[in-house]
């Protein structure tokens, strides 16, 4: 037999860490869908269905025109345009906000912002359902790092209590984006507020949804424009394009311009979603009753299914094992109707589970099938 030199073996443990992955049910792969296809969507961020609207379309193919394919560097050197500055007036006016920023994606906003307005110095809480790109932003800080459960603010109240630090950041979804559940802001503010320290929400999947005209649950409940408040926001989910922007006190931008990597040595925004995010915006501003649409189709779906009626876009279906939830999905897309599938370490062990989102496009058609489909294939799935 010919042994392989050592070096050509340096990657065997790939397939090793694959196989692993295969059997626990946690394999996952790209399933490249048609621009065509006829599904029921259930499992998009879209909320608000305005991704293929002629006149976000119309917004990104204008702004394509007219600044280009693409930002052609970062944002301090060529990657700031006219039409970033207007995304950001317009988004800031309408969420209620002094100031916004711009970035690349939702991801780059919350590692932005949270390793800027901390480090060394600073102590850092998080719940432990905040998303990836939290934690990942918390690890990247440098700070102390402190994680407890999730809208426990007895226990955020203890932590800032405790701290030696002069800093604390406390950071946090508004809504759980696995399970839809919504923090408690209003209490959080007011530990943060009695120690001195800095809430962070994530507003991913709450503009749009919540608010009075979808502005998001920090303006829901009176806290956007606060001095000791920030949020990040994506131009991914709601509005129906690419991107993320931190909102806050002009003072806190102007730190993230000098201070946040992934602002400063990332390429900017490409100026089409730039355009296409402007334009959903907009259209939300245009038509405030598109987030009550939204929370109508959520009610509908939780009750095919059984579930408590949601606060949010997202209706969670537990289902327990990985492969579980891997069967029920594909059945459900056989069957027509597209749904989420989350499994760890996207969820807790043994809490593998269909994710549902709602959107204001559904018809009642869509849903009278979505309906019919996920009871159908519970049934038979039903372990």
């Not at 048609?34 to 006149?55: C, H, I, K, Q, T």
């Not at 991914?236 to 003072?251: D, N, T, W, Y």
Request: hydrophobic share 45%.
């Amino acid at each position: 037999m010919t042994m392989l030199p050592r070096g050509t073996r340096a990657l065997d443990w790939l397939d090793e860490t694959a196989a692993l992955r295969w059997t626990a049910g946690l394999r996952r792969v790209l399933r490249p869908r048609s621009a065509f296809e006829s599904m029921v969507d259930l499992a998009s961020n879209d909320y608000l269905g305005l991704a293929r609207d002629p006149r976000v379309v119309h917004g990104a193919v204008c702004a394509a025109r007219t600044w280009g394919a693409g930002s052609t560097g970062s944002r301090l050197v060529t990657g700031s345009t006219e039409l970033h500055a207007e995304l950001e007036d317009e988004l800031a006016a309408f969420c209620g906000a002094p100031a916004a920023l711009v970035f690349s994606s939702g991801y780059t906003a919350n590692l932005g912002a949270v390793t800027a307005l901390s480090g060394r110095a600073a102590l850092v809480v998080s719940d432990d359902a905040s998303h990836a790109s939290l934690v990942d932003a918390c690890r990247l800080s440098r700070a102390r790092v402190v994680v407890i459960p999730q809208a426990d603010v007895s226990a955020v109240d203890a932590v800032l209590g405790a701290r030696s630090e002069r800093r604390a950041l406390v950071v946090t979804d508004s809504v759980v984006s696995v399970s839809g559940e919504l923090a408690p802001l209003a209490e959080l503010h007011a530990v943060c507020r009695q120690h001195g320290a800095v809430l962070l929400a994530d507003e991913a999947h709450g503009l749009g949804v919540r608010g009075v005209g979808g502005r998001g649950l920090l303006a829901e409940c009176g806290l956007i424009g606060e001095p000791d408040v920030v949020a990040t926001v994506s131009l991914s989910k709601s509005l129906g394009s690419q991107g993320g922007a931190v909102l806050g006190s002009r003072a806190v931008i102007d730190h993230l311009v000098n201070t946040a990597r992934s602002f400063v040595f990332d390429t900017g925004l490409a100026p089409p979603s730039a355009g296409g995010a402007l334009a959903a915006l907009r259209v939300l501003r245009a038509e405030p009753a598109l987030p009550g649409r939204v929370l109508d189709a959520a009610a509908a779906i939780a009750t095919a299914v059984g579930a408590p009626r949601p606060r949010s876009a997202v209706v969670p279906v537990i289902l327990g094992t990985p492969q579980h939830a891997v069967d029920t999905a594909a059945e459900c897309l056989r069957h027509g109707v597209r749904v989420g599938c989350l499994r760890p370490p996207s969820v807790p062990a043994g809490t593998s589970r269909l994710r549902l989102s709602a959107h204001a496009a559904l018809t009642d058609l869509d849903l009278a099938r979505a309906a019919q489909v996920l009871a159908t294939v519970r049934a038979r799935a039903a372990p």
